[in-house]
């Protein structure tokens, strides 16, 4: 029996936590954030939930002391935006290489300089390369779903990784939106007990984590962590299927909105993806084949589901929430266009980057985009690869 | 409490030989001499901090501990074990462990005065349930010599070298227990290696068996940063005591309390002329130096029997 609410992402986020009831959380605040450990240090208070809460002194003892509790065997968590996750940047490496199956709410938001609090990904991107899988949501719906999830797929034994969910802040964590929530008791019994296999406290069996490995053994953990990431895949789909029998929302890696028959796409991830089907909706209208490939799994990375899903579009907008820093694109932009090059697509593919910092991407501006690409299909126009969206005059 | 010490030496050791750490070091000295101070069916956890000793006990596939150990990276180790020490608290909780767990972290100075001192400083302000041991050599020595806010005034380190423009490091050291003391926390206690290791033994059994929080700096010389012939070490010790240059002294829910005083307190040149690092001191143009070192130990040793006649 499902229950309709009113809720902001990082409300239904901690709803989610308040439901999974994990055994220790970590976590020190920054905005868009904070309210999440805000709100489960009041459960915690209310008697609501037993989880214990650790107020640490800096994201970096946030996810140091997250990992000491994984380790030991517990089911933890931490939550961040930022700086904060830049800030933890060293040990989420030591997470991942640790194969701890910890869950991240991150809160999409600028990287400082200078210093911004409202959304893009550049926090995220600059982790994409840490071993860490990451879910993006459109919504607080699915913010709550992916949570919900998560420990499903990092405490899996073909996976065994560290877990970011992603939503996109201020957009997704502070606007009210409906939802469908769960029962408690159902949520419990889709999550289970986590019963590891190793953990510190394991009095029959003493653990030592976080060896010194040279060059004979480094490689081949990096081998391990890439082939739990390859499993990812299947393991998130299998997990997002059972999600359906209990919610009837269906999730795959990425959300396809009248992509089928489209001839001009756009690949892009997390909120804004609603305003660009709302350009669709209205170019549809005008008999216009536009279409979106939202990506919600971007750890691991579904090059070759992209690559087929794209296949015969005459041209591809991929747009980036964030500036790579290249000189030539956004992360996004690369990793798309190597997915349709390694599939032999003669697709055009453009790369843009949009809404960083906060700047507003609206309903116009996918319209425009989507005509320029008809321009460019039509060969009226050049691609101009790299360019920003809605940036001042 | 009684201490015996043939009884003490005889318990299992707890860090197993074979590690990789130099002969003579202080550092795994300190390491057995605080697990001793386990009892016997207690399990613990060990924390530790990137430094010679995590690099040289825990090589994959090999470990030295028997029992579970962890090393997250070099800043973290406060913060690490408060991640374990409150899962304890949770797993203990909702019924999912029994046994009794204590929780016992080391780290180098480089680790504890310096890149890891506000994760440290959390965890003690937090108050979770666990040891912070510092086995404090006075430099990174684990990269080879470099200076530390640990590094005592003169010492001719690797980014301090003692040459014709520098006498070495021109500041005085952090006063670290002091800092902890500051953080009001139940157990503070400053250490090192006396003949029969008591004193270590007694404070180490103290900080582990006291609820809360607990701090132990322990001077553990280095032969290679110190350059002195390893089996020189607890000459060393006994004379950092005897000058005064490294006090034994607790300081219990805020008492402060001097555990040993010396009878005859020794000049510093004693302490300093044993080790290469201060060679340089005794040129006859530096004697002055001298003057001041001994002004200075005086100076902190004065401040230290007025805490301790509160």
């Given at each position: 029996m499902s229950i309709r609410e009113r809720m902001s992402g990082n409300e239904a986020v901690s709803y989610a936590i308040k439901q999974v009831n994990p055994d220790v959380m970590p976590a020190f605040p920054i905005t868009p954030s904070t309210e999440i450990p805000q709100m489960v240090s009041t459960y915690i208070s209310n008697g609501e939930i037993d989880t214990e809460f650790i107020p640490v002194e800096s994201e970096h003892s946030s996810m140091s002391a997250t990992i000491g509790a994984s380790a030991a065997g517990a089911r933890a968590l931490t939550a961040t935006s930022s700086c904060g996750l830049a800030f933890m940047w060293e040990t989420l490496y030591i997470a991942a290489s640790d194969r701890l199956p910890i869950v991240l709410c991150l809160v999409n938001r600028a990287l400082t300089g200078p210093i911004n609090i409202n959304c893009d990904h550049s926090d995220s991107m600059g982790a994409r390369d840490s071993g860490w899988m990451q879910i993006y949501a459109e919504t607080n719906q699915e913010a709550y779903d992916n949570f919900i999830m998560s420990y499903r797929i990092t405490e899996h034994k073909d996976v065994m990784l560290p877990l970011m969910t992603c939503m996109d802040g201020f957009i997704t964590s502070h606007a009210v939106e409906n939802i469908e929530l769960l029962e408690t008791e159902e949520v419990r019994k889709f999550v289970g007990e986590y019963n590891p296999?190793?953990?510190?406290?394991?009095a029959e069996m003493p653990m030592a984590v976080g060896p010194y490995a040279n060059s004979p053994f480094y490689m081949e953990t990096k081998m391990n962590q890439r082939i739990a990431m390859q499993n990812a895949k299947k393991v998130i789909l299998d997990v997002a299927a059972e999600f359906e029998k209990i919610s009837g929302r269906k999730y795959g890696l990425f959300e396809e909105y009248?992509?089928?028959?489209?001839?001009y796409a756009v690949v892009m991830i997390g909120s804004a993806a609603g305003t660009t089907k709302d350009a669709i909706d209205n170019l549809r209208s005008q008999g216009i084949k536009a279409g979106l490939l939202k990506i919600r799994v971007f750890r691991p990375f579904p090059d070759t589901e992209i690559a087929a899903a794209l296949k015969g579009k005459k041209v591809v907008a991929i747009l980036d929430r964030c500036e790579g820093n290249s000189a030539t694109g956004g992360p996004l932009g690369a990793e798309v266009k190597a997915a349709l090059y390694d599939s032999g697509a003669n697709t055009v593919a453009v790369n843009y980057i949009y809404g960083i910092g906060g700047r507003d991407y609206t309903v116009e501006d996918a319209e425009n985009l989507f005509n320029e690409l008809i321009d460019i299909g039509n060969g009226k126009k050049q691609p101009e690869q790299f360019k920003y969206i809605g940036l001042r005059k | 409490m009684a201490y015996n010490f043939k009884e003490v030496m005889s318990k299992p050791e707890r860090l197993a030989p074979g590690h990789r750490m130099c002969a003579g070091c202080g550092g795994t000295i300190a390491v057995r001499t605080v697990l001793r101070a386990?009892?016997?069916g207690d399990k613990a956890v060990i924390g530790n901090a990137t430094g010679c000793l995590e690099v040289s006990t825990f090589m994959y596939p090999y470990t030295s501990y028997e029992d579970s150990y962890i090393h997250n990276a070099f800043e973290n180790a406060g913060a690490t074990l408060s991640g374990v020490e409150t899962a304890y608290h949770a797993l203990k909780k909702r019924g999912k462990i029994s046994d009794n767990y204590k929780f016992i972290t080391f780290g180098g100075d480089g680790g504890t005065y310096d890149i890891g001192l506000q994760s440290l400083s959390g965890a003690m302000e937090r108050n979770h349930d666990m040891v912070y041991v510092c086995y404090d050599n006075g430099a990174y020595m684990n990269t080879g010599i470099q200076r530390s806010s640990a590094t005592p005034m003169y010492a001719d380190t690797t980014t301090t070298p003692a040459g014709k423009c520098s006498n070495g490091k021109m500041q005085n050291r952090k006063d670290l227990a002091s800092i902890l003391a500051a953080h009001d926390i139940p157990y503070v206690a400053q250490s090192t290696f006396t003949p029969t290791m008591k004193d270590l033994y007694v404070k180490s059994e103290k900080a582990i068996y006291t609820p809360g929080a607990a701090f132990l700096n322990v001077m553990a010389p280095c032969p290679r940063g110190w350059r002195y012939d390893a089996a020189d070490i607890m000459d060393i010790c006994k004379l950092a005591v005897e000058t005064c240059y490294w006090p034994l002294f607790e300081v219990v829910e805020g008492r402060w309390i001097l555990n040993y005083e010396p009878k005859k307190k020794l000049p510093i040149e004693d302490f300093l002329r044993t080790q290469g690092r201060f060679k340089h001191l005794f040129k006859p143009e530096n004697e002055h130096l001298l003057v001041q070192y001994q002004e200075e130990v005086d100076r902190r040793w004065e401040d230290l029997l007025f805490k301790c006649s509160r």
């Open positions: 296999e190793n953990y510190l406290l394991n009248y992509l089928d028959d489209a001839e | 386990l009892k016997e």
